[in-house]
C-alpha cells in the first residue's frame, strides 16, 4: 500500500476543519469584496466619461477587435469551466486530476494574455495608446484619449489580476502533485477557484462595456 | 524539566508568557503571534507619531509670527502635506485597530490568534513597507500637494516625491484592507463558546464596523491613487481637463474613501470608551445594542456623505443639500454614543484613574468636535468657514482630540495587560491633564481664528491673527510635553514598574480573566462564555452592593 497521504493541515488556532475551511472562505469573500471597490473606482470613472463623451466612446470602440475581444471571453470562460473542476477534484480528494485541471486552467489563461497582448500591439501600431502620438481617426479632440485611457486601465488591471492568478495557480500544482490537498482541506484550491472566477466575471463585464456598448452611434 | 516549548501554556503561574516564550530579534521580526504583531505596530507608529509631531512643531513654531521668517512658502506646504500624510496614514488609522485591535480582539472572543495570523504579518510588513518609502520621501524633499492629492495640482503642476508617497500609501492601505478583512473573519468565526454577538465587548464592534470601512473605503483610494501615479507618470488625462479628464471626479474618489477614513480613525477609539466607562463606573453600559448598532450606523452612513467636502467645488445645490442632510444623520448615532456614556456614568461607582481621565477628556473633547461638525454639514456655514482655520480645528478635535484620548486612554489601561507592569499613577495622571489642557489651548483659538477668516495652509497671516496664533502655538507646546510624559514613565515602567496582576482594575472582559502578560495562546484553558459584557454588580441599585468582588 502507498503510504498514507500526507495529514491535512490544521492550524494551530482553528479548533477543527470546519472552522478553518468557514475562516478562509469567508476571507476569500471579503476580498473579493475589496477588489470588487477597486474595481469599482474605474467602473465609475468609466461611467462619469462616457456619460460625457459617448461620441468619443463610440469612435473608441469601433476601433477595437471584436473577433479577439469574443476568443478571449470564450477563453476565459472555458478557464473558469477548468477551475470549477479542479475544485471539483479536490473535494473529490483526487490529487493527479487537480493538478491536471490547474495546469488547463493556466494554459487558458496563458492563451488571454497572448490574445490580450495581440490587440495590445494593434493599439499600439495604429497610435492609439493616449499621450503624445496619440491618433483617432475621425477627431483630433485631446478628449477622444479618455475612451483608451479607461480601456488601459481596465484591460490592463484586469491583465495585471489574471497574472497573479496564473502565479498563484503555478503555486498550487506542485502542491496538487504532492497531495498537499484532501477532502478535508483544500482551501487553497477553493480560494484561487474564487478569486479566478472573480477575475472572469470582471472580463464579463468588461467586454461588452468596452467592445459592443454603443458603438452603432459613431 | 518542565516542557517549555513555545506551545506550553501555564497561564496559572504567569512563567510563561507570550513575551518570554521565544527569544531573539528573528522570534519577532517572524512572530505570527497577534500580540507580538500588536507591538510591532505600537512601535511602528509611535515612530510615525514623533516624525508626524515634529513637523506639527515647525508648522506652529512658524505661525507664531505673522511673517514667514522660519520657512519659505514651499517648505512651508511641505511640512504640512507631510504632517497630514504620517499622522493620517501612518498613525490615525493603524492607531487603535493596529495595536490595541491587533492585541486584543482575539483574546476579548477568546480566540487563540486571528484568523490569518500570516497574514497579519504580512500586513504589518505592508505597513512598514508604506512607511519606508513615505519616509525615503520625505528625506528626498517630500511633497507639497496637501495630504488630500487634489488634481491637477498632483498630476502636472507639484515638485516633489509625489510618486514615491503615492506608492507608500498605496501599499499601506493594503495593510489596513488585510487587517480589516482579518478582524472581520476573526469575528465572525473565531468567538468562544457562548460568546453571541451580543454578548461581544462593544470594543469588538467597533471594531467590526472599522473593518468594514476599511475593506470596502481603501480600495477606492487606492485605485484613485493609482490613478493619480499613471496620470503624473505617462501624461494622460484621468483627471486632466486639458485632455477631457475631470478633476472633479478625483475629488470624488478621494473623499468617497477619505470621509470614512475618519471614522475608520474614531470607531475604533469610541470602542475603547465604551469599555473605560464601564470599567470605572463599575456600571453595565447603557443601552449596549444602541451604541453596538450606531457603530454600525456610522460606518455605512459614513459612505454616503464625502461630499459635505466639495460643497464649493462646483457640487449641485441639489447635491449638496443631500449631503448636508446625509451629514446631520452621523449626528445621531455620535449622539447615542455619547447620551448613552453618560447615562453608564450616572450613579456609577465611579474611580478616577488615568484611562478614566482621558475617557472623560474625550467626551468633552468630542463634544465640541461633533457640535462643529454639524455646523460644518450645514452649507451656508461651510461656504462662510471653508477653508479656514476653523476646519483644522473642526477635525482636529475629533482625529487629535479624541482619537488620540482614546488611543492613549486604551494603552493605558491595557498596559499592564499587555506588559506586564503597572506604570507611575501619579505622572499618568498629571499627562492625561496636561494633554487635555495643552490639547484644548492649542486648537479652541484655532475655531475662532476660522470664524475671523484666517485661512489654512498659508505660512503667513495678517498681524490682527497674532495673539489667538501665539496662544495656539503656546497650547502646542504644553501638549508636545503631555505626549512626551508618556514615553518616559510607560518605557520607565517596563523595566521598574511593579508586576501588574491579572486584573488591576477590577474589569469584566475575557482579557482580564488571562495573566498579564497572557500566555502565547492567550488562555490557559479556553474559556466559555456564560454571561453579557460588561456584567458588572453594580446593576443592582449602587447601595446594596456591599463586596466588589
Known amino acids: 500500500m502507498a503510504s498514507e497521504t500526507r495529514p491535512a493541515p490544521l492550524a494551530h488556532h482553528f479548533d477543527d476543519y470546519d472552522q478553518q475551511r468557514e475562516a478562509a472562505t469567508l476571507g476569500m469573500w471579503l476580498f473579493i469584496g475589496q477588489e470588487l471597490m477597486f474595481f469599482g ?55 493527479k486530476q487537480i493538478a491536471s485541471w490547474l495546469g488547463a486552467t493556466m494554459t487558458l489563461g496563458t492563451a488571454f494574455l497572448v490574445i490580450k497582448g495581440f490587440e495590445y500591439h494593434h493599439k499600439w501600431v495604429h497610435h492609439l495608446i ?89 | 524539566m518542565t516542557a517549555t516549548s513555545s506551545h506550553a501554556v501555564s497561564g496559572d503561574t504567569g512563567e510563561t508568557n507570550y513575551l518570554n516564550a521565544t527569544h531573539g530579534i528573528g522570534s519577532w521580526l517572524l512572530t505570527r503571534d497577534h500580540k507580538r504583531i500588536g507591538i510591532l505596530y505600537l512601535l511602528g507608529i509611535s515612530v510615525f507619531f514623533v516624525l508626524g509631531g515634529l513637523m506639527a512643531v515647525l508648522i506652529r513654531a512658524e505661525l507664531a509670527t505673522p511673517q514667514g521668517d522660519l520657512f519659505s512658502s514651499d517648505v512651508y506646504n511641505r511640512l504640512f502635506t507631510m504632517h497630514g500624510i504620517l499622522m493620517i496614514f501612518f498613525f490615525l488609522i493603524p492607531s487603535i485597530p493596529a495595536v490595541l485591535g491587533n492585541f486584543l480582539l482575539p483574546i476579548m472572543i477568546g480566540a487563540k490568534d486571528l484568523a490569518f495570523p500570516r497574514l497579519n504579518l504580512a500586513s504589518w510588513y505592508l505597513y512598514m513597507a508604506g512607511g519606508a518609502l513615505t519616509f525615503v520621501s520625505l528625506l528626498t524633499g517630500g511633497i507639497d500637494t496637501g495630504w488630500t492629492f487634489y488634481t491637477p495640482m498632483s498630476t502636472n503642476f507639484a515638485q516633489g516625491q509625489v510618486i514615491v508617497t503615492a506608492v507608500g500609501i498605496f501599499i499601506a492601505g493594503f495593510s489596513s484592507i488585510l487587517t480589516g478583512l482579518n478582524f472581520i473573519v476573526t469575528i ?41 501615479g499613471a496620470e503624473r507618470l505617462f501624461h494622460i488625462g484621468v483627471f486632466d481637463p486639458k485632455y477631457g479628464g475631470d478633476p472633479v471626479l478625483f475629488q470624488h474618489l478621494f473623499w468617497f474613501y477619505s470621509h470614512p477614513a475618519v471614522y475608520i480613525m474614531i470607531l475604533p477609539s469610541m470602542g475603547v470608551m465604551s469599555e473605560l466607562i464601564t470599567a470605572f463606573s463599575r456600571k453595565r453600559v447603557f443601552g449596549y445594542h444602541f451604541i453596538a448598532f450606531s457603530s454600525l450606523f456610522i460606518a455605512v452612513i459614513g459612505f454616503l456623505v464625502w461630499g459635505h467636502h466639495m460643497y464649493i467645488s462646483g457640487q449641485s445645490v441639489v447635491a449638496g443639500a443631500i449631503f448636508s ?42 463634544l465640541i468636535g461633533g457640535l462643529t461638525g454639524v ?12 477653508d479656514t482655520y476653523f476646519i483644522v480645528a473642526h477635525f482636529h478635535y475629533v482625529m487629535v482630540g479624541s482619537a488620540i484620548m482614546g488611543y492613549l486612554g486604551g494603552l493605558h489601561f491595557w498596559w499592564p495587560k499587555i506588559t506586564g507592569r503597572m506604570y507611575n499613577e501619579f505622572w499618568s495622571k498629571i499627562s492625561a491633564l496636561v494633554i487635555f489642557i495643552g490639547f484644548n489651548t492649542t486648537f479652541f483659538p484655532q475655531f475662532i481664528l476660522g470664524y475671523l477668516g484666517m485661512p489654512r495652509r498659508y505660512h503667513m497671516y495678517p498681524a490682527e491673527f497674532q495673539t ?29 514598574g511593579e508586576k501588574a496582576p491579572a486584573n488591576p482594575w477590577g474589569a469584566k472582559g475575557l482579557e482580564w480573566e488571562t495573566t498579564s502578560p497572557p500566555p502565547v495562546l492567550n488562555f490557559a484553558t479556553p474559556p466559555v462564555v456564560t454571561e453579557e459584557a460588561y456584567a458588572y454588580e453594580t446593576s443592582v441599585p449602587a447601595k446594596e452592593v456591599t463586596v466588589g468582588v
Open chain 2, 325 to 366: 442632510f446625509l451629514t446631520m444623520l452621523v449626528a445621531i448615532p455620535s449622539a447615542v454614543k455619547v447620551f448613552n456614556w453618560t447615562a453608564t456614568l450616572y450613579k456609577g461607582s465611579i474611580s478616577l484613574q488615568t484611562p478614566m481621565l482621558y475617557a472623560l477628556g474625550f467626551i468633552g473633547v468630542f
Open chain 2, 468 to 496: 489667538w496664533n501665539v496662544l495656539s502655538s503656546a497650547g502646542a507646546t504644553i501638549l508636545g510635553f503631555g505626549y512626551l510624559l508618556p514615553v518616559i514613565y510607560l518605557l520607565w515602567s517596563l523595566k521598574f
Open chain 1, 41 to 95: 473606482g474605474l467602473f465609475l470613472t468609466y461611467t462619469v466619461y462616457r456619460w460625457k463623451y459617448p461620441a468619443y466612446f463610440a469612435l473608441g470602440s469601433n476601433q477595437l477587435d471584436i473577433p479577439l475581444g469574443l476568443l478571449n471571453t470564450i477563453v476565459l470562460i472555458g478557464s473558469s469551466l477548468t477551475m470549477v473542476l479542479a475544485v471539483r477534484s479536490a473535494q473529490l480528494g483526487r490529487a
Open chain 2, 188 to 228: 465572525h468565526r473565531m468567538r468562544a463558546p457562548g460568546l453571541t454577538w451580543f454578548r461581544l465587548p462593544l470594543f469588538v464592534w467597533a471594531h467590526y464596523a472599522t473593518s468594514i470601512i476599511q475593506v470596502l473605503g481603501t480600495p477606492v483610494i487606492a485605485i484613485t491613487i493609482l490613478l493619480v
Open chain 2, 375 to 386: 455646523m460644518l454639514g450645514t452649507l451656508g456655514i461651510d461656504m462662510h468657514v471653508h
Open chain 1, 130 to 218: 493616449p499621450g503624445e502620438g496619440f491618433q483617432l481617426p475621425g477627431t483630433t479632440d485631446p478628449a477622444a484619449q479618455t475612451f483608451f485611457v479607461i480601456y488601459f486601465c481596465m484591460t490592463g488591471l484586469h491583465a495585471l489580476h489574471m497574472i497573479v492568478g496564473l502565479g498563484l495557480l503555478a503555486f498550487l500544482v506542485p502542491k496538487a502533485l504532492r497531495g498537499d490537498f484532501s477532502a478535508d482541506n483544500h482551501n487553497w484550491v477553493e480560494g484561487v477557484g474564487l478569486y479566478w472566477h472573480f477575475v472572469d466575471i470582471i472580463w464579463i463585464f468588461l467586454f461588452p462595456l468596452l467592445y459592443l456598448l454603443g458603438r452603432h452611434h459613431a
